[in-house]
DNA sequence: CCTCCACCGGAACGTGAGGAGT
DNA sequence: ACTCCTCACGTTCCGGTGGAGG
């Protein structure tokens, strides 16, 4: 048994407990810590702005701004849960609350039926609302009646709003324009609404009639910078990993520096770190080293790549293994048309339908769009104008990925040798 | 300087699947 | 159960174009 040092050590840790981490939840993009530095200035505005719900006055409607990472969920998290406790405290009628991912609560109906689950609304019998089959009216005026039954205010927030237009312009609207007219069909109880955006154009694709009563006021959230990143990051790493995991400040600085990159994305700053940990303790290591971080990061990359690659449609999967195969063959420059042919003799193979140049001309630009490969378009005089494309990711990757698909293998085996 | 290649990329249209409304 | 819409995905058609070679 004692072959195996370095297994009976990690077992050892299980068994004292938790090596790296105290707490890793305090890692996950839904914690919610005791301290949100740096966003002092977002936090009382919207502080003052629903403060006069706690006189039963009813705030104006919000909408937040900001690039991922940038904090604005947990700070709307955060004042609400404060408001609610705040109330609690001076035993005032607190306000409902309600939290609302549009991305996934995507249509009318489970916008409103969230909204009834979360004041209790009932059935007229007295039975849960249920998913699904009743007409959105409804659904919407018992929202209404419940609501009304007593002077209520509800702090709606919904995340990622700009999902909700996106996906449907005329309904994303129309959703919003239900929510924010509901204030004109109440008699007693007020609405109202915080949006949060990632996207900044959201704006102008909004209805006017929507904007002007959404977008009462505005709170902008700015990315971090690195000295920001680094702040959260030392708070964090007091809260989730055990003392003396992560001992000096190269590893905090290395993962601030990283994120810093990529706009200030604080989610993925964080990310980083409980990946780093993860490998590390997956090594049976005490400490956290400026190694891992950078593992960290290869490994995160990776995922990504191969999660796109994996949902990849299967024409644009051809398309891929055709650059990949012409790559693979030694050739320096791929330029449209060959990769067309090659995807042609793919698509046979593998009794896919051969789409046309056309279409295979658009592929290759999502697939440029995705990252997976670059393109830039040149003209070679003489010999025509066309895209120039290779691989934005390394061979070896791609090809262990596509080797997954079975269909794909195949084909493989036969074309490559 | 002009030509002309080999493709780019916009526009309009066709089709089938899935939802909403009635 | 029915129609009507919308959307994603493709196709057809076509005007546009940077620059090597004449």
Redesign the pocket.
């Known amino acids: 048994m004692s072959k195996q040092p370095k297994l009976d050590k990690l077992f050892d840790k299980f068994i004292q407990g938790q090596a790296i981490f105290k707490d890793r939840n305090a890692l996950r993009p839904t914690y919610v810590p005791d301290e949100l530095p740096f966003r002092e200035e977002q936090m009382g505005r919207i502080g003052s702005i629903l403060g006069p719900s706690l006189r039963g006055a009813p705030p104006s409607n919000i909408l937040c701004y900001g690039k991922t990472g940038t904090g604005k969920t947990v700070v709307a998290r955060y004042v609400l849960n404060m408001l609610i406790e705040k109330a609690k405290q001076s035993s005032i009628r607190a306000p409902f609350s309600a939290f609302v991912n549009c991305r996934i609560v995507g ?3 489970r916008v409103l039926r969230k909204l009834c689950t979360e004041i209790g609304a009932k059935m007229p019998d007295g039975s849960e609302v249920p998913f699904t089959g009743l ?2 009216d409804e659904i919407r005026s018992m929202l209404k009646k419940e609501l009304d039954s007593e002077p209520n205010i509800m702090v709606v927030v919904l995340d990622e709003v700009d999902s909700l237009v996106k ?5 994303g609207n129309d959703i919003l324009y239900g929510l924010t007219r509901m204030n004109g069909e109440l008699e007693r109880s007020r609405i109202s609404i915080i949006g949060i955006s990632n996207d900044l154009k959201f704006k102008e694709m909004l209805d006017p009639r929507v904007l002007s009563t959404l977008g009462e006021e505005e709170v902008i959230f700015s990315p971090y910078n690195a000295v920001e990143l680094k702040g959260i990051l030392k708070q964090r790493v007091a809260i989730s990993f055990n003392p003396g995991v992560i001992e000096d400040d190269g590893v905090i600085n290395l993962v601030g520096a990283l994120a810093a990159q990529e706009h200030g994305d604080a989610r993925r700053a964080l990310d980083l770190l409980r990946t780093a940990g993860e490998l590390a303790e997956r090594n049976g290591e005490e400490k956290v080293t400026q190694e891992y971080v950078r593992a960290a990061q290869k490994f995160i990359e990776r995922d990504t790549i191969i999660e796109t690659v994996k949902t990849l ?1 299967m ?1 644009s999967k051809a398309v891929l293994f055709a650059v990949y195969a012409l790559a693979d063959s030694g050739k320096k420059k791929i ?4 990769c ?1 042919n090659t995807y042609v003799e793919i698509a046979k193979r593998m009794s896919l ?13 999502e697939l440029d769009m995705l990252g997976l490969i670059n ?1 830039t ?11 120039k494309i290779r691989l934005a990711v390394s061979k070896k990757q791609i090809g262990s990925i596509l080797d997954e698909d079975t269909r794909l293998s195949k084909v493989a085996r036969d074309l490559l040798s």
Do not use: A, C, H
Request: net charge positive; aromatic share 10%; charged share 25%.
């Open positions: 249509t009318n109906y007409p959105t996906r449907d312009v005329n309904q449609p024409q330029f449209t048309g060959e067309y339908d051969t789409l046309t140049q056309r279409r295979i001309s658009d592929l290759i630009s393109t378009v040149v003209s070679k005089g003489r010999y025509g104008r066309t895209k």
